[in-house]
C-alpha cells in the first residue's frame, strides 16, 4: 500500500497547523481532514484524561494525539510487525525518532504490544479511543472491546472504516446492533464513534446511517480492486484520481 501523496494545508487552527506540519512529514494514511477530526476529539479528553491509540507505525496520528491534548496522557499501542507494508522494528525507531523530533516523546507511553494481547490485562479508564491497528475482521472485533473502558458521551474513531473489508464487516457485526456504540459521521474512512447514554441508548435512525454508508464503502472496495489490476483509468472514472488506497 503506497503512502498517499502529501495534501496542501487546510486552513484553520494555527496550534493544528503546526502539529500537522510535523505530521505530514511522517509516514503513514491519515490525511489532513482525518488528523483535524483526531485533533478536535482529542482537544475534549478532560485534564488528567487517558488517550489510547491502536497501531501508531511511525507516529503519524500519535504526533497530532499528543500535541492536541497536552492536558491527557496518550498510551500507543503497537506490536511494529513486520512486513513490507510496516516494517517491524526499524518501524519502531522511526517512531520514537519521530517524537523526539516533535518534543512530544515524555508525553507519549509506548506499549509495543498486540491489542489483543494488551487487552484482557487492561484496567484503566480511557477518555478517547482511536483504532487503526491490524484491519482484519478478528482483530476489529476484538479492538471493539476496548470500548468497554470508556465513560457515556466519550468518543471512538476507527480508520479505514469503510475501505477495509475486515474492520466495515466487523462494524456490521458488532456495531450495527450495539445499543451502547452510535455511530455519528466520517472524515473519508475516519468513522466517529460515541458512546451513547444508558438513558439514550442508539436508535434505529443511527443504525440506519450506517447502512447508508455501504454503497461507499463498496466503492472504496472497488477502487482497491482496480488500483491492484492497475486499471487506473477505470478508477478514475469512478472519482479516485490517485494510485494509493481510498482513506
Ligand atoms: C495503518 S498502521 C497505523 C497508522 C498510524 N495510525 C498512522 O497514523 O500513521 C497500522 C499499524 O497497526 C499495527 N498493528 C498490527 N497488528 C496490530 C495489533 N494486533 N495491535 C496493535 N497494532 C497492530 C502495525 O504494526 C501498524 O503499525
Redesign the pocket.
Known amino acids: 500500500m503506497p503512502t498517499p501523496p502529501q495534501q496542501p494545508a487546510m486552513p484553520g487552527h494555527p496550534e493544528f497547523q503546526t502539529a500537522f506540519g510535523q505530521?505530514r512529514e511522517?509516514?503513514?494514511?491519515?490525511t489532513e481532514a482525518q488528523?483535524r477530526a483526531l485533533w478536535d476529539e482529542a482537544r475534549q479528553v478532560p485534564d488528567g484524561g487517558l488517550i489510547v491509540?491502536?497501531?501508531?507505525?511511525?507516529?503519524?496520528?500519535?504526533v497530532?494525539l499528543a500535541a492536541a491534548a497536552p492536558q491527557a496522557k496518550v498510551v500507543a499501542?503497537?506490536?511494529?510487525?513486520g512486513g513490507a507494508?510496516?516494517?517491524g522494528l526499524a518501524?519502531r525507531e522511526k517512531f520514537l525518532a519521530n517524537l523526539v523530533r516533535a518534543e512530544l516523546v515524555e508525553r507519549v507511553d509506548l506499549r509495543q504490544?498486540?491489542?489483543?494481547?494488551?487487552r484482557p490485562s487492561w484496567t484503566e479508564p480511557i477518555s478517547f479511543l482511536?483504532i487503526?491497528?491490524?484491519?482484519d475482521y478478528w482483530?476489529l472485533s476484538d479492538?471493539l472491546r476496548w470500548t468497554e473502558f470508556l465513560p457515556e458521551g466519550a468518543r471512538v474513531c476507527i480508520?479505514?472504516a469503510y475501505s477495509s473489508i475486515g474492520v466495515t464487516l466487523g462494524l456490521l457485526r458488532h456495531v450495527l446492533p450495539s445499543r451502547r456504540l452510535r455511530y455519528l459521521d466520517r472524515t473519508g474512512s475516519l468513522a466517529r464513534f460515541e458512546i451513547a447514554a444508558a438513558a439514550a441508548p442508539v436508535s434505529a435512525a443511527d443504525r440506519l446511517r450506517i447502512l447508508a454508508e455501504l454503497p461507499w464503502w463498496l466503492r472504496n472496495v472497488g477502487i482497491k480492486v482496480l488500483l491492484r489490476l492497475r486499471l487506473y483509468p477505470l478508477a478514475r472514472l469512478a472519482g479516485h484520481h490517485d494510485r494509493a488506497d481510498p482513506y
Open positions: 505530521a511522517i509516514g503513514g494514511w491519515l488528523a491509540e491502536i497501531g501508531s507505525h511511525q507516529g503519524r496520528s500519535t497530532v499501542v503497537d506490536p511494529f510487525v507494508m510496516f516494517g518501524t504490544a498486540k491489542s489483543t494481547e494488551l482511536y487503526d491497528g491490524k484491519h482483530t479492538d480508520h479505514d
